[in-house]
Every structure is written in structure tokens, then in C-alpha cells.
């Protein structure tokens, strides 16, 4: 008897290919008919449709990663009486409606499948939130009403159309494209956790702060409720066509790199492992694949985004690029947080260290203007450029932080999760401010500390020593007050 498994591989109604594994050896090969059409991709620009048959651990591992990950595998895994290293399996449960244009179908599945189906499943989104606080997690909501978990990362979250004049979400049941993304707060083990219930409005804070300073980040939303917060993010890989869904291709930088979740880090967050892909193998990347000769600025920015606020989960499988139709370009910035809030805590639940080594260096507060120096030299672009970067963000964000705090209280309601908000801008302009002192004092912008670009008025050496380089403590301030 065969010990063959097959899955295929669909994007809209074609077919992209199979997978055959035998004893842990994975092969894709393309259909015949998706190397023909004009509407094909590559899976990935390692994984070429100008060859027919790819294997090995590119094709392994760029499945791997269309799964979830941790916990939330181990609990599918049990739910589904199944192995929770059985990419098949897992895959067969999880694979209809995965990030970008791919569908993953048994070959059972794939007989009965129905193109086109509109079947929804409709709640209230107060409902959902309610269903989530009663079944514990989003995980296991989804499941209690017999709908399959799709997408991958650590975190508890659902795939899901947002209908918000309706105040509606639905889950398309047989394969349907979903439009958004929806994480719900975490929920604290103890006191010293507390802060990480605030876990869904970190998400929102800094990623509406994000889309004032990078050059593009999907929309956010916010729901409120006495149950659970939901943080809600427009997908970006789905294009709404009158009534119709158009899902777009992206993957991943561990996909690009054809290694397995686990690596995603080249640092984590306890600074306990070290992995080999790290900011020069993505520039490389970025520059030889990306079609948007902007991309490669972008990506500087983004670093020095995360850097400032302390979104210290930068990982491999937080950047990903997206079909143009004739190539790649990088996808939106996305799962933005500032994990440095959740140590303003009683405890330390994480080291402090970046998910990039920066000249040899990742905990924070190590990080210094020669690490930048040593990192631009590196990578051989002009030696000042982080500093410069980190300059004109500081300023940036120091600008925009009062206004993402008047945004965002039209927006929120709750008298805890306005604290909240304000508690996380503060940290986070507190954070720029530390880091954009100690990497610029000792450069050429130290003079600028003297005068207030904002206002030039002089300032005075205590006010200065205390402001974000550049930019007096008037704006600073209104946030911290
Ligand atoms: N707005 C978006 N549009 C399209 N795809 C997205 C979007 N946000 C995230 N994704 C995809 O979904 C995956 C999981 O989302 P996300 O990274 O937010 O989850 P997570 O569980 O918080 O991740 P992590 O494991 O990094 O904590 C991402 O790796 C990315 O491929
Ligand atoms: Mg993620």
C-alpha cells in the first residue's frame, strides 16, 4: 500500500499544483495549466513555475509556515486528534483560507469543492466577543461552532469578514475569502501580567502610530466590550471586487528563505537564541526581488520603527511581500506592538533584546549610535543613514504621538482603555526619546538639542538634556501629561 499523501493547491478557480510527501519528503509540482496561464505566480521567487517540480526543505518548510504556530498548533493538533507535526493534517484543517492567494485542499476535500460558495455565518460582533470570553480563547470559539482556524502566527486570532456600520462579522464556511483580521486581548495569568490584557490595544496604538510614520500599513479598528477588546486589521492580501473576493499572493521572509517558524527570530526575545537570517539577508533580498525601488528605504524605515517603539517581535514572519501581478513588491507592515509597555510592569516578562543582531549587538539598551554605524557600514550604505533615520523619526513621532491620542479617543470609549491608550503613547514617546538620546548625543545632531525646531526657541540644558533631539518638550509633554 502507497504511504503517499497528496494535497492540492488552488488560487481563485485554477489549480497552482500538488504536493506529494512520502515519509517526510515533500514535492510540488506545478500544473501544466498554471504554467501556461497569465494569471500565475510564483509561489515564491526560490520556487520558480519556470521549473515544474520543486522539493527539499523549501517546500517543506514554505508549508510549514502557512500553519499556525505554538500553542494554538498544539490545540488544533488535539482538537483534530492529530500530530502536531503533521504538516498534512494540518494543512487539510487549516489550509482554505491561509495568508495570500493559496488554497490548500485534500484530495476529498478538493473533489467537493464548490467555487464561488457565498455560505456565511453571521453574528454580532458583541456576540463574537461574548463567544470568545465564554469559550476562552478565539481558538476555541471558532471551533464550539464547527469553523476551522486559517491563519498563521502565535497569537489567539480570526480570520473573518467586518461588517462595521452592521456591527457584523462573518465567517465564510466552505472556503470563502475573508476580508479581516481579529485578535481579541490577552488574558492575564496573574497581577504581574496584567498589562498584557492591554495586548489588543498595544496592537491598535502602535499600529495607527505606524501609519503616520511608514509608508504603508493596512486600516485599524477598534471593539469595545465588557467581554473582550477585539483589535481589527483590514487584510491587505484580499481585494474586495463588487462582490467578489480577490486574494492576493504574499509569503513570507521565512518562506522566501525556505526555513521553518522556529527560526523566524534571528534574535529572541530572550536573547537565548541566535539565528542565521538577519537584517543583511533581508536587504539583499529585498533589493534582488522587489520590483518598488523604493522598498529598500522602506525597509530601513520599518526597523528604525520598531527600534524606537520597542516592537522587539520584528521576526522573519512580521515582513512579508506581495504579488504585483508581474513580480513581488513588500507587502504592508503589520503585528506592530510594543512589547518594551509590557515590562513597564511589576515583572520583566521578556529580556529586552531586538529580533535583529544591530553591529553585533540586540538588548536595547546596548544598542548605541556606533552599533548603527557598524550595521550601515555593513551593509554598505552611507554610514549616517540610521542615525539620520532615527533623527527624523524621533521628531516624527514625537509630533504625531498627540495626534494619534486625539484619533484614538474618538474612537474609545471605556475609561480603562483610555488610560490605557495613554499609558502606551507615553511609553512609547518616553522610549524614542531614551533611544534617540543616546544614539544622537555623542553626533553632529547634538547641537540641535540647543534650539526647539518646533518653536526655535533656545533651550535650557535641563529641558534639552530631557527632549527628544530636535524637538522641544511642548508636544512631548501634552502626551505625558
Ligand atoms: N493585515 C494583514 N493582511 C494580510 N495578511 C496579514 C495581515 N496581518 C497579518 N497577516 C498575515 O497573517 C499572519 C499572522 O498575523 P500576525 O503576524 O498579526 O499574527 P501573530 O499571531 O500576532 O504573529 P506572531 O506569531 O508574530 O505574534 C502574518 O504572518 C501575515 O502572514
Ligand atoms: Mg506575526
Given at each position: 500500500?502507497?504511504?503517499?499523501?497528496?494535497?492540492i493547491i488552488t488560487s481563485g478557480e485554477k489549480i497552482v499544483g500538488d504536493?506529494?510527501?512520502?515519509?517526510?519528503?515533500?514535492?510540488?509540482k506545478y500544473d501544466d495549466s498554471w504554467i501556461?496561464s497569465?494569471?500565475s505566480?510564483?509561489?515564491?521567487?526560490?520556487?520558480?513555475?519556470?521549473?515544474?517540480?520543486?522539493?527539499?526543505?523549501?517546500?517543506?518548510?514554505?508549508?510549514?509556515?502557512?500553519?499556525?504556530?505554538?500553542?494554538?498548533?498544539?490545540?488544533?493538533?488535539?482538537?483534530?486528534?492529530?500530530?502536531?507535526?503533521?504538516?498534512?493534517?494540518?494543512?487539510?484543517?487549516?489550509?482554505?483560507?491561509?495568508?495570500?492567494?493559496?488554497q490548500?485542499y485534500?484530495?476529498?476535500?478538493f473533489?467537493?469543492l464548490?467555487?464561488?460558495?457565498?455560505?456565511?455565518?453571521?453574528?454580532?460582533?458583541?456576540?463574537?466577543?461574548?463567544?470568545?470570553?465564554?469559550?476562552?480563547?478565539?481558538?476555541?470559539?471558532?471551533?464550539?461552532?464547527?469553523?476551522?482556524?486559517?491563519?498563521?502566527?502565535?497569537?489567539?486570532?480570526?480570520?473573518?469578514?467586518?461588517?462595521?456600520?452592521?456591527?457584523?462579522?462573518?465567517?465564510?464556511?466552505?472556503?470563502?475569502?475573508?476580508?479581516?483580521?481579529?485578535?481579541?486581548?490577552?488574558?492575564?495569568?496573574?497581577?504581574?501580567?496584567?498589562?498584557?490584557?492591554?495586548?489588543?490595544?498595544?496592537?491598535?496604538?502602535?499600529?495607527?502610530?505606524?501609519?503616520?510614520?511608514?509608508?504603508?500599513?493596512?486600516?485599524?479598528?477598534?471593539?469595545?466590550?465588557?467581554?473582550?477588546?477585539?483589535?481589527?486589521?483590514?487584510?491587505?492580501?484580499?481585494?474586495?471586487?463588487?462582490?467578489?473576493?480577490?486574494?492576493?499572493?504574499?509569503?513570507?521572509?521565512?518562506?522566501?528563505?525556505?526555513?521553518?517558524?522556529?527560526?523566524?527570530?534571528?534574535?529572541?526575545?530572550?536573547?537565548?537564541?541566535?539565528?542565521?537570517?538577519?537584517?543583511?539577508?533581508?536587504?539583499?533580498?529585498?533589493?534582488?526581488?522587489?520590483?518598488?525601488?523604493?522598498?529598500?528605504?522602506?525597509?530601513?524605515?520599518?526597523?528604525?520603527?520598531?527600534?524606537?517603539?520597542?516592537?522587539?517581535?520584528?521576526?522573519?514572519?512580521?515582513?512579508?511581500?506581495?504579488?504585483?501581478?508581474?513580480?513581488?513588491?513588500?507587502?504592508?507592515?503589520?503585528?506592530?506592538?510594543?512589547?518594551?509597555?509590557?515590562?513597564?510592569?511589576?515583572?520583566?516578562?521578556?529580556?529586552?533584546?531586538?529580533?535583529?543582531?544591530?553591529?553585533?549587538?540586540?538588548?536595547?539598551?546596548?544598542?548605541?549610535?556606533?552599533?548603527?554605524?557598524?550595521?550601515?557600514?555593513?551593509?554598505?550604505?552611507?554610514?549616517?543613514?540610521?542615525?539620520?533615520?532615527?533623527?527624523?523619526?524621533?521628531?516624527?513621532?514625537?509630533?504625531?504621538?498627540?495626534?494619534?491620542?486625539?484619533?484614538?479617543?474618538?474612537?474609545?470609549?471605556?475609561?480603562?482603555?483610555?488610560?490605557?491608550?495613554?499609558?502606551?503613547?507615553?511609553?512609547?514617546?518616553?522610549?524614542?526619546?531614551?533611544?534617540?538620546?543616546?544614539?544622537?548625543?555623542?553626533?553632529?545632531?547634538?547641537?540641535?538639542?540647543?534650539?526647539?525646531?518646533?518653536?526655535?526657541?533656545?533651550?535650557?540644558?535641563?529641558?534639552?538634556?530631557?527632549?527628544?533631539?530636535?524637538?522641544?518638550?511642548?508636544?512631548?509633554?501634552?502626551?505625558?501629561?
Amino acid at each position: 500500500m502507497s504511504n503517499e499523501r497528496k494535497l492540492i493547491i488552488t488560487s481563485g478557480e485554477k489549480i497552482v499544483g500538488d504536493i506529494i510527501e512520502k515519509d517526510g519528503d515533500f514535492t510540488f509540482k506545478y500544473d501544466d495549466s498554471w504554467i501556461g496561464s497569465k494569471e500565475s505566480f510564483d509561489m515564491s521567487p526560490k520556487i520558480k513555475k519556470t521549473l515544474k517540480i520543486h522539493s527539499g526543505n523549501q517546500i517543506k518548510n514554505f508549508l510549514e509556515n502557512l500553519l499556525p504556530e505554538g500553542t494554538i498548533r498544539k490545540r488544533i493538533a488535539e482538537n483534530n486528534k492529530t500530530d502536531d507535526k503533521d504538516i498534512i493534517k494540518l494543512l487539510e484543517i487549516t489550509g482554505r483560507d491561509a495568508a495570500g492567494a493559496l488554497q490548500v485542499y485534500s484530495e476529498e476535500d478538493f473533489k467537493n469543492l464548490k467555487y464561488k460558495s457565498s455560505e456565511v455565518h453571521t453574528i454580532s460582533i458583541d456576540e463574537l466577543a461574548t463567544g470568545i470570553k465564554r469559550e476562552g480563547s478565539a481558538l476555541n470559539y471558532i471551533t464550539s461552532v464547527g469553523l476551522k482556524p486559517s491563519l498563521s502566527g502565535a497569537q489567539d486570532k480570526i480570520a473573518c469578514r467586518y461588517d462595521k456600520a452592521n456591527k457584523t462579522i462573518s465567517f465564510p464556511t466552505n472556503g470563502g475569502a475573508t476580508t479581516h483580521i481579529l485578535k481579541p486581548n490577552s488574558v492575564a495569568r496573574d497581577t504581574h501580567h496584567k498589562l498584557l490584557e492591554l495586548s489588543a490595544l498595544n496592537e491598535l496604538v502602535s499600529m495607527r502610530l505606524a501609519k503616520k510614520i511608514l509608508s504603508n500599513v493596512p486600516s485599524t479598528c477598534f471593539y469595545e466590550s465588557t467581554e473582550r477588546d477585539l483589535f481589527i486589521v483590514e487584510r491587505y492580501d484580499r481585494m474586495v471586487e463588487k462582490t467578489d473576493i480577490k486574494r492576493i499572493h504574499q509569503f513570507d521572509f521565512c518562506q522566501y528563505f525556505g526555513i521553518g517558524s522556529a527560526d523566524k527570530y534571528e534574535v529572541s526575545n530572550s536573547g537565548g537564541s541566535i539565528g542565521s537570517y538577519g537584517i543583511k539577508k533581508l536587504l539583499e533580498a529585498i533589493r534582488d526581488k522587489s520590483e518598488e525601488s523604493l522598498d529598500v528605504d522602506s525597509f530601513l524605515d520599518w526597523i528604525i520603527y520598531n527600534y524606537l517603539i520597542e516592537n522587539t517581535d520584528s521576526h522573519l514572519k512580521n515582513i512579508s511581500m506581495i504579488s504585483t501581478g508581474s513580480g513581488f513588491k513588500l507587502a504592508p507592515y503589520y503585528d506592530m506592538t510594543s512589547v518594551g509597555f509590557y515590562r513597564d510592569g511589576a515583572i520583566f516578562l521578556f529580556d529586552n533584546h531586538f529580533a535583529f543582531l544591530i553591529g553585533g549587538v540586540s538588548k536595547m539598551n546596548d544598542i548605541g549610535d556606533h552599533h548603527w554605524t557598524l550595521l550601515a557600514k555593513d551593509l554598505g550604505l552611507a554610514q549616517g543613514i540610521f542615525l539620520e533615520k532615527i533623527k527624523n523619526m524621533s521628531i516624527k513621532i514625537s509630533r504625531d504621538l498627540p495626534e494619534v491620542y486625539n484619533e484614538l479617543k474618538k474612537e474609545i470609549t471605556n475609561a480603562k482603555n483610555l488610560k490605557g491608550t495613554e499609558k502606551i503613547l507615553k511609553y512609547i514617546g518616553t522610549s524614542v526619546k531614551e533611544k534617540s538620546y543616546r544614539c544622537l548625543i555623542n553626533t553632529k545632531y547634538k547641537n540641535i538639542r540647543e534650539k526647539c525646531l518646533e518653536c526655535d526657541k533656545a533651550l535650557s540644558t535641563k529641558t534639552a538634556s530631557k527632549s527628544v533631539l530636535g524637538i522641544g518638550p511642548e508636544c512631548l509633554m501634552k502626551i505625558e501629561k
